[in-house]
């Protein structure tokens, strides 16, 4: 049994292997040598012959066959994968989408071999206001002036009830604006600025003047100038604008004007002064304060700047560089448009107010434009006075801290500090008391 299984297996590998010795004899034979010198070998097809079919290409089916392309699943309102797709002529809106078509610019016209150094809403400055004061030519003064000392002393100019209103108004933002238990910064910081802004508008009644001023969001302001033969510009959104129908008066003498020229800038030699700004070739060199011509309330009063976006946190002394930065920016686009792009000490100087919060903690400025000769680093200086870090409150709990069963600090507002929104209601008041 073992025998015949062994032949048996021997003979079906002994076919096998003789059918595949049979297709090597007798199969096609591949040429050793070189293929024969022809005519279509060495110089091709003759002209006017056709290649052979092998070497043919086939043309596509709808070459083949003119009309297929008249059946289509244009009828059909979905794809049928064996007839053809509908031909339709290119669509066109009719008119400019930016948010499609993009920002029109025409490249070509707008680019610069000089590059131009620009701080936007986001930009964090490295120095602070150290930086900002350099590229804007300014000298810093701590404090604030005295027109606001009186404002904020004259018990005159205070509101009914006002320590009681603003708690509500600090509740009302933290505890009471969502039914979160916990609410973000972003969330409670402009509803706390909006909620003090509505407080100050309650002093029309005693001050008229009050309602001939505009709150205006979402505008863009450019300004463009030279410090040390480099060029800059400020421009973008930027915080809520108070506009008033009359300006500012200045707050700084004749005599104190003049005494800043013996003044000397700090430098920020080994680092540039344009770090942190943004480097770009395509630019406009405009000054634009971001409203038409004719509007009603052309002057600018006071910035306010809710910066509550944790994915963009500013330290309190970037904070402090921005206002800084687009005070400037907006007090220069104005006397631009009233003076005119020749630089120039100012006949009568231009002055802007700041106020920037995140919630807790407010900052407080006070910018006075005297000169648009920016370029050298002599001469008669800007002056910009500044109130750093006013706590409104000291810490909001939503819950009590218990130890040991006992309540060691209690739910609520804590450490309520009144001066804070007396310098606040001075700002807005200021220009009219």
Request: proline share 8%.
């Amino acid at each position: 049994m073992l025998f015949s299984r062994w032949t048996g297996r021997r003979a079906a590998c002994g076919a096998l292997c003789g059918q595949r010795r049979t297709k090597m004899v007798y199969g096609p034979r591949r040429p050793k040598g070189p293929l024969p010198s022809t005519p279509w070998t060495v110089r091709g097809p003759p002209p006017g012959a056709t290649l052979p079919w092998y070497l043919q290409k086939v043309p596509p089916v709808r070459e083949q066959v003119r009309d297929l392309d008249v059946v289509t699943y244009e009828g059909k309102l979905h794809r049928v994968p064996w007839l053809a797709k509908p031909q339709h002529e290119k669509w066109e809106r009719g008119w400019r989408d930016p948010w499609r078509d993009g920002p029109c610019l025409d490249v070509q016209s707008s680019y610069h071999e000089r590059p131009c150094y620009i701080c936007q809403q986001l930009t964090r400055l490295l120095e602070g206001v150290k930086q900002a004061s350099w590229l804007t030519k300014t000298k810093v003064i701590d404090g604030l002036p005295l027109q606001i000392h009186s404002i904020m002393t004259n018990v005159a100019n205070e509101l009914e009830n006002q320590d009681e209103r603003v708690l509500n108004a600090i509740f009302h933002a933290r505890f009471w604006v969502s039914s979160e238990e916990e609410i973000m910064e972003e969330t409670y910081c402009p509803t706390l600025l909006e909620d003090l802004l509505h407080l100050c508008r309650a002093m029309a009644t005693k001050h008229p003047l009050l309602a001939k001023r505009m709150l205006a969001r979402d505008y863009r302001v450019a300004a463009t100038w030279e410090r040390e033969s480099v060029l800059l510009q400020v421009r973008g959104v930027n915080g809520r604008l108070l506009n008033a129908v009359s300006p500012l008066e200045p707050v700084a003498s004749e005599d104190e004007i003049l005494a800043s020229e013996n003044d000397v800038l700090e430098s920020l030699y080994p680092i540039a002064p344009t770090v942190d700004l943004h480097e770009v070739n395509t630019y406009e060199t405009k000054n634009d304060t971001g409203f038409q011509a004719g509007y009603p309330y052309p002057h600018p009063h006071t910035i306010y700047f809710a910066h509550g976006d944790r994915y963009h946190r500013m330290r309190p002394e970037q904070l402090r560089a921005k206002m800084l930065m687009f005070a400037f920016g907006n007090a220069l686009a104005k006397a631009r448009s009233q003076y005119g792009d020749e630089p120039r000490v100012l006949e009568k100087p231009i002055v802007v107010q700041s106020v920037g919060t995140d919630g807790q903690r407010f900052q407080f400025l006070v910018f006075q434009l005297n000169t648009t000769d920016l370029d050298p680093s002599h001469g008669v200086k800007n002056l910009a006075w500044i109130d750093a870090d006013q706590l409104l409150y000291e810490d909001a709990r939503h819950r009590p801290e218990i130890r040991k069963k006992v309540v060691t600090i209690p739910a609520g507002i804590h450490g309520y500090q009144p001066a804070t929104f007396k310098k606040f209601l001075a700002f807005y008041l200021h220009g009219v008391v």
